[in-house]
């Protein structure tokens, strides 16, 4: 409250003695009641960003919370912005500033976002969190100055990288107006009776303002940081009014001076503190003085490279001539063309046909292509989106390319029992398990058919003896994993007659039973028969000292038993 809007006056009269006492009381209450608050140095809670539809831009705004943030970049990012919007001076003082800028390359460790509180006002009031200087005291009604946002990369001062000033607090009375932060540089601070504080600069903090009464003092410089503070009345509860405290800043503003008497104008107001942005670090730098009001604030903006979504290939096995890869983007893309993909494999002659597509959707076409396998890798850092990406390349799993009919290579028939015909088959590709057989004779059918991939065992029963039997494939009767149908000719084995009745053997007596001689006899098989020898042979008798002769008269239909050296007696076959 203005006590000279009170007694009438729109400029400040002197005092009445009978106004100390009460002055004096207040001026104490207001001392204790403004108690400095320690800064206190606490991590706070970091929010949660605010992300587009796609996630692919998010911002993460910082308010103000008295004390410091930590935040880590998230992976796979590609480009990042800043926003930091200084404090404002207290009691209606200069309004702080807001810095920009983008990082050329992105930090590989933790940021420490510090931002800056408005400035309070009262006697020696502290100044807003993050370096605003502290108010004057005399009249009670002193601004401080308010504090800088800025960015870290450890919580040391020496490590800032971004810097927004926070504005100079306002003199005490009808002092000074304080000064608003800079881009770079800050405003000095208006004069009252006491000189305002000048502007915190790149390099140094701004000079304290000059008190001219003989119980008060300057403000105090500016420092690194640190805004200044306000000077003040030497008597306390005096009605002469301190200066504004300096805003935080890269340097801060300097304090503005003490009032000098109870008449006129009161106390300077504080200088706004400087901004900064170190440009080995950043870039598209801008720089808004005067532009925040109330508590300071920080946001980051993050924008991530496209990410592929899907990246499909045909099933595998695949008989496609010109095969088809589609490949979809987390977001709209630009730039994508059939030379940002790479083609790998045991397949030659292979190379991207076509491209079609536009936005998130894109599909290529592969020709060339001898078979083998195949597969496809998008290149990092090929296609434009909220940001250039991708991060990494991205490839598709390996196919196999089949275009090779499937042929039959070998159809061999197997040893078996009389009533079974077996036969190995040997394609020449993986065929299917659904081979479609046929089988010639009467009476026959298939049994069994095992095995897999290019190797079958098929087994024929059932069949008419006498009759003749065999395998058939007929053409285009196989197909394989890849959709390829073969073989290309039909295929069928040479009959074999079935037989399972046993064979009938005839024996005629060449040697006249009872005749003198040597005995000899003949075996006739109605068909022919393995594993006919001698050892199939005995005979028996009262004659002594016979041999048997064993000879092949037919392979597998004749033979000749003659006993050689008999003795007298008889003998028997």
Not at 59 to 65: A, E, K, Q, R
Not at 86 to 112: D, H, M, V
Not at 235 to 258: E, K, L, N, R
Not at 517 to 546: I, L, R
Request: overall charge negative; charged content about 10%.
């Amino acid at each position: 409250m203005c006590w000279s809007s009170i007694f009438g006056g729109m400029y400040k009269h002197k005092k009445s003695n009978w106004l100390r006492p009460m002055l004096l009381s207040s001026a104490f209450s207001l001392i204790i009641g403004l108690a400095v608050v320690p800064q206190v140095q606490a991590q706070a809670t970091t929010p949660t960003p605010s992300c587009n539809v796609s996630k692919t831009s998010c911002t993460i705004t910082f308010p103000y919370s008295g004390d410091y943030y930590v935040w880590s970049p998230p992976a796979d990012i590609r480009t990042m912005n800043i926003s930091l919007s200084g404090a404002q001076g207290g009691r209606s003082g200069g309004n702080g500033s807001k810095t920009s800028a983008t990082f050329k390359a992105l930090p590989t460790g933790s940021l420490y976002v510090y931002v800056g509180g408005q400035g309070s006002s009262g006697n020696g009031a502290a100044g807003g969190y993050n370096g605003g200087g502290a108010a004057g005291s005399g009249h009670g009604d002193e601004g401080s100055g308010g504090g800088a946002t800025d960015i870290r990369t450890s919580t040391a001062l020496a490590d800032r990288i971004a810097v927004a000033g926070g504005g100079g607090g306002t003199g005490g009375w009808v002092g000074g107006t304080g000064g608003s932060a800079g881009g770079p540089t800050g405003v000095a601070g208006g004069n009252g009776q006491g000189l305002g504080g000048s502007g915190g600069t790149p390099s140094s903090g701004g000079t304290g303002g000059i008190s001219f009464g003989a119980a008060t003092t300057n403000g105090s410089a500016g420092a690194n940081g640190q805004g200044g503070a306000g000077g003040s009345a030497t008597t306390p509860g005096s009605t002469v009014a301190g200066g504004g405290g300096g805003g935080g800043g890269y340097f801060g503003g300097g304090g503005g001076g003490a009032d000098t008497d109870p008449t006129g104008v009161d106390g300077g107001g504080g200088g706004g503190g400087s901004s900064y942005v170190n440009t080995t670090k950043l870039n598209a730098v801008s720089y808004y003085s005067a532009f925040q009001s109330g508590n300071g604030t920080a946001s980051i903006t993050y924008n991530l490279g496209p990410a592929v979504s899907s990246f499909t290939t045909p099933a595998s096995p695949s008989n496609a001539v010109s095969p088809v890869f589609n490949i979809t983007f987390g977001q709209s893309v630009t730039g994508l063309t059939a030379d940002d993909f790479t083609i790998s494999g045991t397949a030659t002659g292979c190379y991207v046909s076509t491209l079609t597509g536009s936005g998130a959707s894109y599909a290529a076409k592969v020709n060339g292509c001898q078979d083998g396998t195949i597969s496809l890798t998008l290149k990092a850092d090929t296609v434009t989106g909220n940001a250039i990406g991708p991060v990494r390349p991205v490839s598709t799993t390996p196919i196999i390319l089949d275009r090779t009919v499937p042929e039959l290579d070998t159809l061999v028939k197997q040893a078996s029992s009389n009533s079974l015909l077996v036969y190995k088959a040997t394609f020449t590709e993986l065929a299917a398990d659904n081979v479609d057989w046929n089988v010639k004779g009467d009476g026959c059918a298939i049994q069994s058919m095992t095995g897999s991939g290019s190797q079958y065992t098929i087994t024929i029963g059932s069949c008419l003896d006498g009759h003749l039997a065999g395998l058939v494939l007929n053409s285009s009767a196989v197909i394989d994993a890849a959709g390829n149908i073969g073989p290309s000719l039909l295929n069928q084995t040479s009959t074999t007659k079935i037989d399972t009745s046993a064979p009938v053997i005839h024996v005629f007596d060449v040697t006249e039973p009872g005749a003198a001689g040597t005995p000899t006899w003949v075996f006739d098989s109605e068909e022919p028969v393995t594993g006919m020898s001698a050892a199939n042979f005995s005979f028996s008798g009262t004659a002594q000292t016979c041999a048997m002769n064993y000879s092949v008269l037919r392979t597998g239909l004749g033979w000749q038993i003659t006993l050689l050296n008999c003795g007298s007696g008889n003998v028997s076959r």
